[in-house]
């Protein structure tokens, strides 16, 4: 029997019994038995009168030893924690002393002390540092640590400054207050990478990255991108460093990309790790975002940080929000936009749409390991997005300073942060407060009018209903919209229409009937619903300004004939093949602009667009219709291409930055039609002449996708064999680009392949998660994509129930399915649910899954 987990509320909120003045921290290492000991300065907490037993956070301690100012206490703890009772505390400040031995070797789950390959490292959030040792493990507990490592390895790393080291020991104090999920340690036999950096008030910095010897030569393009981050948030958002060392630590084996521990930044390798042979241009604009976003932490999460876990957003949100920010300087803030409209639509609309959906800010959680979303991040951002919008660039500055002066040093929450908005701006948010508290994706219906002198826009919004909250109210909604005359002149440059009400009509003068170009930016999270005829998505995609709206024409183009294709065997006409041409050779654009305008829409999208519709997707014929589309798009552009492909190649040495990504992101697009049609000779010579991964992958995509490549996946696998990063991608294209028919029989015999070692988080999302990016393998008729995916979440979950739980996401658009795959997911949830033992992570996903 299995009891079903508490689930915790926000409304049950109270503040911490006692305050923590001080932590002392001494780590003994050892890979199966290490000895932590702690003395914790503690005392009554006057936001909580009266007396109170203290009640510490611990789970899987040994514990050793337990002393209440300096006097043995018998106490037995339980299976998560120890309780004090109030009859033996003192009135005043006290001192509790405890010493547990952990088990970093046998700690599967990569949650609080665990080893990766040799090395010992840490990740607390959220709650992470109750299996290190005893302590009130929340948020709004900050307190100043001071730590010492004894260990038999060269580096010894914690959070802070260095204040002292010899043979086998170091020690660090870090002096501003901390919750305990941003405790971070860090030994191994590591190589730094570093440089000096100066703030803008002159305070001299040590920026380190450590890795594994042999690796140090692939860190230049992390500690590039962490210079530019420190010093855009002095100029962008006046926000200093505050240590005399920053360190950033890579390790094989996270459960997540990277976490922002104080001073200690501990990362996914694979978000660090690059070099032009190894890493594409994807991947040195993800270390960019992510190396910034780590780094954007220490004053949005750090030095302010949540209350409670429901706060997550407010880190999140906003740390996401700065990072996009960031990346759209650094490189182009068109494109930067279009990529993070294509990840929320196909990760956060997904989730909110299907019965994961949540709140930006929930108010109930069994597990919080489940709630690190694309809804608490990416829509978290796009909410500060549009506060941003409504109150503009000064209004947003303002508010910004007010809130780091008001809020530094606290545990804040998200009426604290409207709060801000509010007394900067003046602006009433209790509407906007909704986009924080009610989840789902608003649906905003559009109409037009014109009588010959006014032109009338007619909004309505609708709120669908989500798991536990069936009705809603409606949204404060920005909608940036920009007018055109039929000639393709701008007559109403951008403005912002505020939609507040369920139904909304805005007038405009014309004398002639204007084209609207409506959510320009994407200026809300929303799903727009309005007739429009081809010849107007062309005419937009050919002259709208907004670069984002030029884009989304060409998109909406393509989604109308997609869905046409598989609903009634439409074929691709001049319409769609013409305006794409005339994009993907207009010289006057960005080339990368260019690359997104060519990329066809996701199955997945298309998918959710059929269901929306009305219509039960087929996968199979999705992904038949989707080739068919590409095909044709190869015939119609095929005796341009070579050119094009020629026209592109770039003849110095490899750089990673935005220009001449954009120009590989094209050059590849091309070469990936050209093979539909070429039999793959152009690929096969792209590849063998390939000089950086980006040109490498792109040209084994592209033979993977019209069926061939083997040959080159052999020759892949024989040079990269000793690259465990690079290696990820083997295994992950070769699942993910598998013809449906075959995509299950390559995943089971890649998990046979003797590199297959499932406990590593990348390796298992490369091979299990590349199955269920897999549209038509995933959901073939079979079942057996459902069966294997569940098989495998069901063997991870023992041994890390975190990541079993996030890939069980999975499973979530059931809904959207016929029948008789309806009744195969529920089956496999069932089974999963009926599993002995089964985590409180992946029990509370599926539970939440199941219809
Ligand atoms: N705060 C980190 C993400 C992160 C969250 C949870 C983790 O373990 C449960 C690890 C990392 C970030 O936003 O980058
Ligand atoms: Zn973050």
Not at 147 to 160: A, K, M, Q, Y
């Amino acid at each position: 029997m299995t009891v079903s987990p508490r689930a915790i509320h926000l409304s049950d909120y109270l503040p911490y019994t006692h305050l923590v003045e001080e932590v002392a921290l001494v780590f003994r290492l050892a890979p199966k038995a290490t000895r932590v000991a702690a003395t914790l300065r503690l005392a009554p907490n006057p936001a909580r009168p009266g007396r109170h037993d203290l009640r510490l956070d611990g789970e899987n301690l040994r514990l050793l030893s337990l002393r209440l100012n300096g006097a043995a206490l018998e106490c037995a703890p339980d299976d998560t924690g120890l309780t004090i009772p109030a009859a033996h505390l003192p009135d005043g400040p006290f001192t509790v002393e405890t010493e547990v031995e952990i088990d970093p070797e046998g700690n599967t789950a990569l949650e609080g002390l665990y080893m990766s390959r040799g090395m010992y490292c840490t990740q607390c959030e959220a709650e992470g540092f109750r299996k290190i040792t005893f302590y009130p493990d929340r948020p709004d507990v900050m307190a100043p640590f001071r730590v010492r490592v004894e260990g038999d390895l060269p580096v010894l790393l914690s959070n802070g400054n260095p204040t002292g080291q010899g043979t086998g020991w170091a020690e660090w104090v870090d002096p501003w207050p901390k919750p305990a999920y941003l405790f971070a340690l860090v030994a191994g036999d590591l190589v730094a990478h570093s440089a000096p950096f100066r703030t803008a008030s002159g305070r001299e910095v040590a920026l380190n990255i450590w890795v594994r010897k042999g690796d140090e030569d692939r860190c230049a393009y992390a500690m590039d991108s962490l210079i530019r981050s420190m010093r855009w948030d002095e100029e962008v958002y006046g926000r200093e460093y505050d240590l005399d060392v920053f360190n950033i630590v890579a390790v094989d084996d996270f459960n997540m990309g990277a976490m922002e521990n104080k001073g200690l930044n501990i990362f996914n390798s694979k978000f660090v790790l690059a070099s032009p042979e190894t890493a594409t241009d994807d991947d040195f604009a993800r270390i960019e975002a992510i190396i910034a976003h780590e780094y954007f932490h220490n004053w949005t999460g750090n030095r302010i940080t949540c209350r409670d876990w429901f706060q997550l957003c407010l880190k999140e949100g906003l740390t996401v929000f700065r990072d996009q920010q960031f990346s759209g300087d650094m490189r182009s803030h068109a494109v930067k936009r279009i990529e993070d409209v294509l990840l929320l639509r196909a990760r956060q609309f997904r989730e909110d749409g299907g019965p994961l959906a949540h709140p930006v800010r929930p108010d109930s959680y069994v597990e919080i390991n489940n709630f690190y979303t694309a809804t608490i991040y990416e829509k978290g951002a796009e909410v500060i997005g549009m506060l941003k919008r409504l109150v503009g660039d000064e209004g947003y500055a303002k508010a910004l300073d007010l809130y780091f002066t008001r809020h530094d040093g606290q545990a804040a929450t998200i009426e604290d942060w409207l709060t801000v908005f509010q007394d900067a701006t003046g602006r009433d948010l209790t509407q906007f407060k909704r986009w924080y508290t009610e989840a789902g994706t608003p649906r905003v219906k559009v109409w037009e009018e014109w009588d010959g002198a006014t032109y009338t826009l007619t909004f309505e919004q609708e709120n669908p209903p989500t798991p536990g909250q069936p009705e809603k109210g409606a949204k404060v909604i920005p909608i940036a919209l920009g007018l055109l005359n039929p000639n393709g002149d701008e007559v109403l440059p951008t403005t912002v229409l505020e939609l507040t009400e369920g139904r909304q009509s805005f007038r405009f003068p014309a004398a002639t009937r204007p084209v609207p170009s409506i959510l320009r930016g994407f200026s809300a999270p929303v799903v727009l619903e309005r007739e429009v005829s081809p010849e107007e998505r062309a005419f937009l995609l050919a002259h709208d300004t907004d670069p984002f709206n030029k884009w989304e024409a060409g998109r909406a183009l393509a989604k109308d004939l997609l869905a046409r294709m598989v609903t009634d065997g439409a074929a691709p006409g001049p319409d769609w093949l013409d305006a794409i041409a005339r994009v993907t050779f207009d010289e006057t654009l960005d080339p990368a602009f260019r690359a997104l305008a060519l990329r066809l829409p996701g199955e997945d999208d298309m998918a959710a667009t059929l269901h929306a519709g009305g219509v039960t997707p087929d996968p199979a014929r999705i992904w038949t219709e989707r080739r068919r589309m590409a095909e044709a798009l190869a015939k119609r552009l095929g005796p341009q291409l070579p050119g094009l492909i020629e026209a592109l190649a770039e003849p110095g040495p490899f750089t990673p930055d935005a220009r001449a990504a954009g120009r590989r992101s094209l050059r590849i697009a091309a070469l990936n039609l050209l093979t539909r049609i070429d039999g793959g000779r152009a690929a096969q010579a792209a590849y063998r002449a390939a000089n950086n991964m980006t040109e490498e992958v792109g040209a084994l995509v592209a033979l993977l996708e019209a069926g061939a490549g083997q040959e080159e996946l052999v020759a892949f696998e024989a040079r990269w064999a000793k690259d465990r990063n690079v290696m990820d991608k083997w295994f992950a294209l070769q699942i993910a680009l598998a013809h449906p028919d075959r995509a299950v029989g390559v995943t089971e015999a890649l998990t046979r392949h003797p590199d297959f070692d499932w406990k590593n988080p990348n390796r298992f999302r490369s091979v299990i998660g590349a199955l269920s990016g897999n549209h038509a393998g995933f959901h073939h008729a079979s079942g057996a994509g459902y069966r294997l995916v569940a098989d495998w979440l069901l063997k991870l979950d023992p041994l890390n129930p975190q990541t079993a739980a996030r890939m069980s996401t999975a499973f979530d658009t059931w809904p959207r399915y016929d029948a008789d795959r309806q009744g195969m997911v529920q089956a496999e949830l069932a089974r999963m649910a009926a599993t002995p033992g089964l985590s409180r992570d992946l029990g509370e996903m599926v539970g939440r899954m199941r219809g």
